[in-house]
């Protein structure tokens, strides 16, 4: 998928959230580093937050970002696994006005390559909420470089072809 440099970029305003119970965030490596990527990338570091493992806390702030219109993506980082306490496809999946269910597929390929069969284990999602796009990865940091690096990057990027999310945001919200 090849990025055309005679297209032009267009930053896109990203907020960061990282679902833990364990971490504060002086000590989020994963979300640190998806904030990271993002500004180096070029685009916009809208907010970034963290929260813990629970549906109406992640709700809550995602709702805050979507309603607000501010937001053109927003990237989730933990909470996506199967133990009672992940919580964040429960808490985001409801919020979506549609499903990007090609997401889930090819963050499942891309991992594979990183660690086998263990991405069995993982239930990142994405979808669209009121115009905003929401990607839900894994806490992990290799997660997290291989979502956005080899995924959501890509996508974000107004010079991948031959198609793109950011030729899709002005009309997300038509009827």
């Known amino acids: 998928m090849p990025i055309d440099e005679a297209r032009t970029f267009v930053p896109v305003r990203i907020a960061v959230l ?3 119970d364990s971490r504060t ?7 640190e580093i998806l904030a990271q ?4 990338a070029g685009h916009e570091l809208g907010d970034r937050r963290l929260v813990r493992d629970d ?14 219109g501010e937001m053109d993506a927003v990237v989730t980082t933990g909470g996506t696994g199967l133990t009672g306490r992940d919580v964040t496809p429960e808490a985001a999946l ?26 069995l284990q993982s239930r990142a999602c994405a979808g669209v909420a009121k115009g905003t796009f929401i990607f839900c990865l894994p806490g992990s940091n290799g997660a997290v ?3 956005w690096d080899k995924v959501i990057s890509l996508q974000l990027d107004a010079r991948h072809r031959p198609c793109n999310l950011v030729e899709l945001m002005p009309r997300l919200l038509e009827k």
Do not use: N, Q, Y
């Open 25 to 31: 965030l002086a000590e989020d490596t994963s979300g």
């Open 55 to 68: 549906v109406d806390e992640i709700r809550s702030v995602l709702g805050e970002w979507i309603d607000d």
């Open 145 to 147: 470089k291989d979502g």
């Open 18 to 20: 990282t679902v833990s």
């Open 37 to 40: 990527r993002i500004v180096d």
């Open 94 to 119: 409801p919020l979506f006005d549609k499903v990007i269910e090609g997401f889930s597929v090819m963050f499942h390929m891309v991992s594979f390559d990183s660690v086998g069969m263990s991405t």
